[in-house]
């Protein structure tokens, strides 16, 4: 560059580098943008991995099928367990949905073929649980914890970019325009942030209605907690009366 001077023999890319680099703080600004662009990509996939926990605990508290099903496990443990102390129970843990389709009588029918054919008399609209949790499949797929974590990672993108502007001394229309993205963006990390706080309230909420304690895994682990009842619903799809 010395050499050939600024109108040297250069090619179109060369000569927009050239000028790029011509431009005050052109370094820190290339990284500055990038960061937001990175921030723009990841964004959405962060708030949608906190819109479904609501939603799937409604499902779970209203549907008619499941309390059917919830009832009719109750009868059949209070049956097989008779004149134990078990054989009383008000009420059990949702840890046993898992077991169900495993438990056989002497003829191969198992706990859960009972249980559906119990639900289908009272109900004969009743073809399995599946098509009734929407939500509920959705908020399986993401782990609280690495939400969380994204979500900060968010946040350390904006702090990062707030520490870069400091360090420019001309303030121009490009860092108008960022700090005016800070501002939206910003916001927009504190929706999310107050979404999560009200989600996981409404899960330790559900929780605790469904038994579980604060020293309970799925207490703490939404995702445990919905992947377990996926897994059931896949096995009441199984264990439907035959047509």
């Not at 078990?86 to 898992?98: E, H, T």
């Not at 073929?113 to 949790?133: A, E, M, T």
């Not at 914890?145 to 990062?160: D, I, P, Y």
């Amino acid at each position: 560059y010395r050499q050939m001077g600024e109108d040297g023999n250069w090619d179109h890319g060369e000569k927009y580098l050239i000028q790029i680099n011509s431009i005050p703080n052109a370094k820190t600004k290339l990284h500055i943008w990038s960061t937001l662009l990175e921030f723009n990509d990841s964004f959405p996939g962060v708030q949608e991995s906190f819109s479904y926990m609501q939603d799937a605990c409604s499902e779970l508290k209203q549907n008619k099928f499941f309390k059917e099903m919830l009832s009719a496990i109750l009868t059949i443990g209070n049956v097989l367990n008779g004149g134990t102390q078990k054989g009383q129970a008000d009420g059990f843990s949702l840890d046993v949905l898992p077991k169900l389709s495993s438990l056989k009588d002497n003829k191969g029918q198992t706990v859960l073929n009972w249980v559906c054919h119990k639900v289908k008399k009272i109900d004969d609209s009743f073809d399995g649980l599946k098509k009734y949790f929407p939500q509920l499949i959705k908020a399986s797929a993401y782990s609280l914890s690495e939400c969380v974590k994204s979500l900060n990672e968010l946040k350390r993108f904006l702090t990062s970019i707030q520490k870069e502007i400091k360090d420019i001394e001309i303030k121009d229309n490009f860092i108008n325009e960022v700090n005016t993205m800070l501002n939206e963006y910003n916001d927009k990390i504190k929706q999310v942030e107050t979404l999560s706080n009200d989600n996981l309230k409404v899960y330790q909420e559900t929780a605790k209605y469904f038994g579980y304690t604060e020293k309970d895994s799925k207490y703490k682990a939404p995702e445990e907690f919905f992947r377990m009842l996926c897994a059931f619903f896949d096995d009441v799809e199984k264990s439907m009366p035959k047509p």
